[in-house]
Structures are given as C-alpha cells and as structure tokens.
C-alpha cells in the first residue's frame, strides 16, 4: 500500500513541463498519464502530447513514452466504460478543441492504447473551448499539495470500478 505521507514535492521532476496528471492503479503499481510540453511555443502542435509512465512508488518512474501523436494534451481520469478502459483528452492547440480518447487494447498491465477517437462533438462550442492561456508545472504535485487538483487521482480494479483516492 502507497503511504502518501513518504511522499515529498515535488514527485518528478523532467526537462518538459508536466501539467494535467492522472493516474490509473494497475496490478504492480501505478500508471501515471500526463501532458508533456516539450519547448517554449504553446502554439505549436509538434510540441503536445500525452505521454505515460510507470511507477510503483511514485519515487521512481520508468517506460515514460508518448502515447498519442503530436498536438493532444489533458488527459482526464481512466475510466471502465462498456466493457474497456479509456483514456479522454482533447487535441492542443488547435482551437477549437476537440475531444478524444483512446482506449485500452488488452490487460492494463499492458499500457496498448489506441489511436485517437473523437467523441461528444456538442462539446466543441462551448464558451471555455475559446479560452486559451498558458498554465504549465515542471513538476508533479503529491495528492496532498493545496496546489494540487481538486479531482485527485483514479484507481481502478479489474472488476471494471472506479474510486478515488484520499491520503
């Protein structure tokens, strides 16, 4: 069991900014999802993506990749949806923002996400999707730092539920 208390900020640190982190409990640890802006032009798309790594103790993280193309970013919370795991997101910077998501091909464990799948276009006119503004951490915040997000971090069981995580 992870003792949030162990924990110092920040968790990790990485050349790229790190912003939007969520996580998804797998069977030997933790699968950390996260947009990374690599550079300093926000209005590039070659400089977008979400990426992931592993960590079994959130001291130490491995297998960080990329995991969509280029020009998509804040990953939302993992969740058990019709039998699968997926993963939302939405394109970035491209205004106006879409949203996607991939999902999981085969066990969590295996981290094979799917090529980006749109979804809920009545999203795209909405007032907050022309709001732009940059907003980035080199860092990743513990669950108990104030300036972390309100949402906390998912886990999730293979039995396909969802709950959150309180330190």
Known sequence: MLDARTLKN????????????AVMRIQDGYVLFYSRFS????????????????????????????ITPKGYASPG???FWHGRWILPYQNYPKAPARLFYSALRG???DQ????????????????WNHQRGPST???????????????????????????????
């Open 10 to 21: 920040p968790i990790w640190r990485r050349s790229d900014d790190l912003r939007d982190p």
């Open 112 to 127: 094979r996400w799917a090529a980006p799948e749109p979804f809920l276009a009545q999203a795209n006119g909405v007032a």
């Open 107 to 109: 066990e969590p464990d």
């Open 137 to 167: 951490r080199r860092s990743l915040p513990t669950p108990t730092d104030s300036t972390a997000s309100s949402r906390g971090p998912t886990t999730g069981k293979r039995r396909g539920r969802t709950s959150s995580v309180r330190p």
């Open 39 to 66: 550079n300093r032009d926000w209005s590039r798309e070659e400089n977008w993506a979400v990426a992931a790594a592993f960590t079994k103790d959130f001291k130490t993280f491995e297998l960080d990749r990329d």
């Open 77 to 79: 919370d993992p969740v």
